[in-house]
């Protein structure tokens, strides 16, 4: 019994510290202590086939004895042997700081006089070897001097800068993050050329060692939420990050809600602008998706393009969005609760349509619904992971095949189709997939609610939703604002409608950045 009661524990509670599967006691980690050497690297890393081991000879006073560590495929050879071997080896022989060199003063000479790169840094610590080593640099040994020469050699094989296919624009920028972590840092620098914007490097995950950047403007991110996303990254204890997904669920406030609280994007325009707002951005080595925090429920009905067109253009766009929001939402629970309980509040043309075309249905309207809408949800699951061209056939003849079959078999009604259809179609208004997947869980038990207390339960369920989404925080941000708390600047500028550029004049007051108002405003 106490075994139960410790595994409900450890899967219900979470603890203060982030950490899970303890990474158990390995041999390398035994090793890491000692005075580094060549020769302890090469029984370190030397099993490995990939780890090149160059040894040559430097003869100044007398003759040095120099190893090259390097992994294949991460490293950029033409550096190595054009700044680095061909210069020891042939453009400086001869020369009069090579010819004083000796093995006390071999590593220091040549990292000031004879090592033309421009990443050097002298180490003495194993494990700053072996990461440096694994991470994509080069590693010079002079001599057996317990001291290491890191030279910056990264260079593997990368994606490139692309579109990304999940935040695709009419208008706009078409360049997205890579899974390079440089390359994506870069691409944020073109957009934000100023002094002002801090990056931040840690590592993650105790065998992985997965390079994570915090990135945010000083004087625009409060200190207070800074100091916060580092506090919840540095309680992280995992033995591997292969993925921002893995950050975004040990850091958030609530575990337990389906609604997505940090925003995440592979745009750096996206980000961009998150940081000039005064938020926090977290970018992760091996992941082209950025996070952003906070983050408040009205974020996730936006996208870039709402402030590459014109404002006029933008109301009408959200309009439409928000709409969309609400009849995937409530669509299938309003038409249960209408065919089961409250036939007198439409026409009665439209109540003896609806009686018509259920007329033969062996299930009730509950019972359809849920099933037609299973269905829906089990045809988008499988054309979303097949390849496009065949998901994309699965998902049109699947509808149409089993929508048909199912209205002919008498098994649901015409109307049930369409309602479900017209919810499916309002689920992709939504910009953000995690807002649209949590409006889709919570969707079922509303249909439950309104099959059985009619628009009373509908009404029961949004209560309860109300009050979840009002108790909701992103890094101590209330989620609905700036609904509430009430902030009616914001609210005008900025959330329903957007003004034009003209008129927006301060950030908003979401991340709540203290700024001076200019003259006039």
């Not at 506090?231 to 609530?254: N, P, Q, T, W």
């Not at 983050?295 to 309009?319: G, H, P, T």
């Not at 909701?472 to 941000?477: A, D, E, N, Q, V």
Request: glycine share 8%; aromatic share 6%.
């Amino acid at each position: 019994m106490r075994s139960w009661t410790r595994m409900l524990k450890e899967l219900t509670s979470r603890p203060h510290t982030r950490q899970i599967r303890k990474v158990p006691p390995l041999p390398v980690d035994s090793e890491l202590p000692k005075p580094l050497s060549p020769k302890l690297m090469h029984s370190l890393l030397g099993e490995s086939t990939d780890i090149i081991f160059r040894e040559f000879s430097l003869r100044g006073q007398e003759e040095i004895p120099c190893t090259l560590v390097a992994v294949d495929g991460l490293i950029d050879k033409l550096i190595l042997d054009s700044f680095i071997l061909r210069v020891l080896m042939v453009d400086f022989a001869g020369e009069k700081e090579l010819e004083q060199m000796t093995v006390d003063n071999a590593l220091k000479t040549v990292y000031k006089f004879l090592a033309p790169a421009i990443e050097l840094k002298i180490i003495n610590k194993t494990g700053d070897a072996v990461d440096a080593v694994l991470s994509g640099d080069a590693l010079l040994f002079l001599g057996d001097t317990g001291e290491a020469l890191i030279i910056g050699s990264r260079g593997w094989a990368n994606r490139g800068v692309a579109e990304p296919e999940t935040e695709s624009v009419v208008r706009g920028p078409r360049e997205g993050f890579s899974e390079t972590l440089r390359t994506s840092t870069s691409l944020l620098r073109r957009k934000i050329k100023h002094p002002s914007l801090r990056m931040k490097s840690l590592k993650i995950g105790e065998l992985t060692k997965t390079d994570i950047v915090v990135t945010y403007i000083e004087g625009l991110a409060k200190p207070d939420i800074v100091q916060e996303v580092m506090r919840r990254l540095g309680r992280i204890k995992i033995d591997g990050i292969l993925e921002s997904a893995y950050i975004e669920e040990m850091i958030e406030d609530v575990p337990y809600t389906p609604f997505p609280q940090v925003r995440h994007t592979e745009r750096p325009d996206v980000l961009a602008a998150a940081l000039l707002e005064g938020k926090v951005g977290i970018m992760v080595d091996g992941t082209p998706i950025a996070l952003i925090v906070p983050a408040v429920l009205a974020q996730f009905l936006q996208v870039s393009e709402d402030y590459y067109e014109k404002a006029v253009i933008v109301i009408l766009v959200r309009f439409i969005r928000y709409v969309g929001a609400a009849a995937a939402l409530l669509a299938p629970s309003i038409y249960i609760a209408v065919a089961t309980y409250h036939q007198e509040i439409i026409p009665t043309t439209l109540a003896l349509s609806i009686a018509a075309g259920r007329s033969g249905v062996p299930v009730t309207a509950l019972l359809e619904a849920i099933l037609m809408t299973l269905a829906l949800e089990i045809v988008q699951e499988a054309g979303l992971r097949l390849p496009k061209p065949i998901g994309q056939t699965i998902g049109i003849v699947g509808a149409i095949v089993i929508g048909d079959a199912a209205v002919k078999a008498s098994l649901v009604s015409p109307q049930m189709v369409i309602i479900v259809a017209l919810t499916a179609i309002a689920t992709y208004s939504i910009a953000y997939y995690d807002l649209a997947i949590a409006l889709r869980l919570i969707r079922f038990p509303l249909m439950l609610l309104a099959g059985t207390l009619g628009f009373f339960g509908i009404g029961l369920g949004l209560y309860g939703l109300l009050i979840h989404l009002l108790s909701l925080r992103s890094f101590g941000h209330p989620y609905l604002s700036p609904v509430a708390p009430l902030r009616i600047r914001t609210l005008l500028q900025d959330t329903f409608v957007r003004a034009p550029w003209w008129a927006l004049k301060r950030r908003p007051q979401i991340a709540d950045v203290d700024e001076p108002r200019g003259g006039g405003q």
